[in-house]
T-cell receptor, first 110, second 115 residues
Framework: GQNIDQPTEMTATEGAIVQINCTYQ??????LFWYQQHAGEAPTFLSY????GLEEKGRFSSFLSRSKGYSYLLLKELQMKDSASYLC???????????FGPGTRLSVLP | NAGVMQNPRHLVRRRGQEARLRCSPV?????VYWYRQLPEEGLKFMVY????????ESGMPKERFSAEFPKEGPSILRIQQVVRGDSAAYFC?????????????FGDGTRLSIL
C-alpha cells in the first residue's frame, strides 16, 4: 500500500528555523518532492530528492534517507509569507504516478 | 511559456446537473493528473492519464466520474448527477514523459460548488 505521514500543523516564529518531517511507505520509489501551497492557490514545486542526503536551495533545504523512508524540509530565516501548507509527495517506480501526503500547515508568527 | 490552464476557475451547479472541468497541460507535457482537495485537507489522487489512455484511475469513484485526455484538446474531468459531497477544489497537474526528476506543474484549480 501507499502511505505518507506528515504532522498536521506546526507553528514557528519569524526569523527562526523549522523542520517539517515526512515518512513514507510506498510500493516503489523514484524520487521525493516537496511542494508549497498557500490557501486557495495551486501547489508550487520546492525541491526534489532521489539520492540520500541534503539538497540546499536558498532558505529551503530538503533531506532524504531512503533506507528509513524519511525526508524533511528545513526552512531557515522564516518569513511571514512562509505561512502555508507543505506537501510531501513520492513518485512511484511503476509509472510516473505521485502519492501525496496530507500536508503540514505552517503558521509563522511575528 | 504558459503553465497548466484550468477552466473554469469557479463552477456552480445544482444537484443532479453535470460538471465539466477542463485542463490544458504545459506545452510538451503528455501526462495529466487530476486531484481533489477539500478545505484544509491534502490532495487526493483521482486519475492519471496519458494522451488517449487512462493509466491509473484507482482514485476515481466508480460511478458518475469519468476522465479523458484526447489526442487533440484539453483533458476533461466529467462529473454526472452532482451531489453536495462533490463540492471541492479540483486540481490538474502535468508532467513530461520519461524524466523522473521533473515535478508536476499544477493549475490554479476549479472550485466546484453544488447548491
Amino acid at each position: 500500500g501507499q502511505n505518507i505521514d506528515q504532522p498536521t500543523e506546526m507553528t514557528a516564529t519569524e526569523g527562526a528555523i523549522v523542520q517539517i518531517n515526512c515518512t513514507y511507505q510506498t510500493s516503489g520509489f523514484n524520487g521525493l518532492f516537496w511542494y508549497q501551497q498557500h490557501a486557495g492557490e495551486a501547489p508550487t514545486f520546492l525541491s526534489y530528492n532521489v539520492l540520500d542526503g541534503l539538497e540546499e536551495k536558498g532558505r529551503f533545504s530538503s533531506f532524504l534517507s531512503r533506507s528509513k523512508g524519511y525526508s524533511y524540509l528545513l526552512l531557515k530565516e522564516l518569513q511571514m509569507k512562509d505561512s502555508a501548507s507543505y506537501l510531501c509527495a513520492v513518485r512511484d517506480n511503476y509509472g510516473q504516478n505521485f502519492v501525496f501526503g496530507p500536508g503540514t500547515r505552517l503558521s509563522v508568527l511575528p | 511559456n504558459a503553465g497548466v490552464m484550468q477552466n473554469p476557475r469557479h463552477l456552480v451547479r445544482r444537484r443532479g446537473q453535470e460538471a465539466r472541468l477542463r485542463c490544458s497541460p504545459v506545452k510538451g507535457h503528455s501526462h495529466v493528473y487530476w486531484y481533489r482537495q477539500l478545505p484544509e485537507e491534502g490532495l487526493k489522487f483521482m486519475v492519471y492519464l496519458q494522451k488517449e489512455n487512462i493509466i491509473d484511475e484507482s482514485g476515481m469513484p466508480k460511478e458518475r466520474f469519468s476522465a479523458e485526455f484526447p489526442k487533440e484538446g484539453p483533458s476533461i474531468l466529467r462529473i454526472q448527477q452532482v451531489v453536495r459531497g462533490d463540492s471541492a477544489a479540483y486540481f490538474c497537474a502535468s508532467s513530461r514523459q520519461g524524466e523522473s526528476n521533473q515535478p508536476q506543474h499544477f493549475g490554479d484549480g476549479t472550485r466546484l460548488s453544488i447548491l
